[in-house]
């Protein structure tokens, strides 16, 4: 290797990474001034993406053979962390474990008491990349924001929807509304647009309407990946403004059969090497 190749290599790996977080009033303490920082999602990626950016870098091996490879891999993964044992890969270190407590030393397992959750552990080389990481802070825009997207059907947040069924949106400045005078080219609502953006479909029914929490019917939707988005005039009060706010909830959401690769992560592991 060169020196001049080695020199950019180390230039790209000192590179540093930027992203953007907005600052909101924090609602849960009475301190004037605190305020609390929301990180920017800055998209979604699945194997096909990971399996293309490998074909990117250069390699000898087609984008489907690279995506099954990698499909199959987790396969293996999740066949493993449900057998017990702990999965190390590049990124971390997995494992399954036990959350809450037990009465007496041979008291069983009560699914009303205890949980199974999933542990995690962050690599040498993600905390490496996570120090190369430098955060732009935003003062946050008065428009809506969605915080949370509950299934009430099954309890679960920002992981499902069930179609033509209801679903609980939590957040700040939410309430739909449109300027009179402009209502016939208005498109206030809230729509679900399929993972590619090819189509989008508005809820059904929205039954409650309030700027802190809308509850909604979810349209009749095809299974697959969905973001939700909300497009409203509304501002503090009942005051309205002159053009459409719009917000997308950046955590896609799952109609159907599709397998959410989303687990709860909760890391009290040591670090690993």
Do not use: C
């Not at 609602?27 to 999602?41: F, M, P, S, W």
């Not at 069983?108 to 430098?134: G, N, V, W």
């Not at 299934?151 to 179609?163: C, S, Y």
């Amino acid at each position: 290797m060169t020196p001049s190749v080695k020199t950019n290599i180390m230039a790209n790996e000192e590179e540093k990474i930027i992203l953007q977080a907005d600052l909101y009033d924090n609602q849960l303490t009475e301190e004037a001034g605190d305020y609390t920082a929301r990180l920017r999602i800055s998209g979604s990626i699945r194997n096909s993406n990971i399996a293309q950016r490998i074909l990117d870098r250069g390699s000898e091996y087609r984008k489907d053979t690279i995506e099954n490879l990698l499909n199959m891999g987790d396969q293996e993964k999740v066949k493993a962390l449900a057998e017990g044992k702990s999965v190390v890969d590049g990124a971390g270190q997995t494992m399954i474990q036990i959350k809450g407590n037990f009465d007496g030393e041979t008291a069983p397992f009560d699914p009303d008491k205890h949980s199974l959750i999933i542990s995690y552990t962050p690599s040498k080389a993600l905390r490496k990349a996570m120090q190369r990481i430098e955060i732009q802070t935003n003062k946050a825009t008065t428009g809506p924001v969605i915080n949370s997207i509950t299934n009430p059907m099954t309890g679960e947040v920002n992981v499902t929807i069930l179609p033509n069924l209801p679903l609980i949106i939590a957040g700040a400045n939410l309430k739909v509304a449109a300027a009179e005078k402009d209502a016939k080219d208005a498109t206030a609502g809230l729509f679900f647009i399929t993972e590619d953006g090819a189509t989008e479909k508005p809820a059904l029914l929205i039954v409650h309407n309030n700027p802190s929490e809308l509850t909604v019917v979810a349209p009749a939707l095809t299974n697959g990946n969905y973001y939700v988005e909300i497009r409203t005039q509304s501002a503090a009060g009942s005051k309205l403004v002159k053009n459409m706010r719009t917000f997308r909830f950046p955590i896609l959401l799952t109609v159907g059969s599709t397998e959410d690769d989303r687990p709860v992560i909760e890391s009290d592991r040591p670090e690993i090497e």
